[in-house]
């Protein structure tokens, strides 16, 4: 069964950084693209970041140049390094395939609260 188990979240002030990380069960996903995604209170959940197998990453404008995506098939995780926060950036952040594969669940996300 595939699973994504995403942590790291917590509470940090503005201009802070976090590091997420995100354990997924492997086998066929070492070899997709996947992605880091955010819902804030209010919207919907959107895609802003991803990484391919071979490491090649995109990232959406609002976090372009403050957030990393890296990925380590070897131990089935994913990372997203995230500096510079802002307010707006106050989300549950979630890992899944980009694009999502509808017939895999969610992970419970982990929440990210910047405020001062």
């Known amino acids: 069964q595939v699973q994504f188990v995403e942590s790291g979240g917590g509470l940090v002030q503005p201009g802070g950084s976090l590091r997420l990380s995100c354990a997924h069960s492997g086998g066929i996903l070492s070899i997709l693209t996947m992605g880091w995604y955010r819902q804030a209170p209010g919207r919907q959940r959107e895609l802003v970041a991803t990484?391919?197998?071979?490491?090649?990453?995109h990232y959406t404008d609002s976090v372009k140049g403050r957030f990393t995506i890296s990925r380590d098939n070897t131990k089935n995780m994913m990372y997203r390094q995230m500096n510079s926060l802002k307010a707006e950036d106050t989300a549950v952040y979630y890992c899944q395939l980009s694009p999502i594969a509808s017939n895999y669940e969610w992970g419970q996300g982990t929440q990210v609260t910047v405020s001062s």
């Open positions: 990484i391919t197998t071979g490491g090649s990453t």
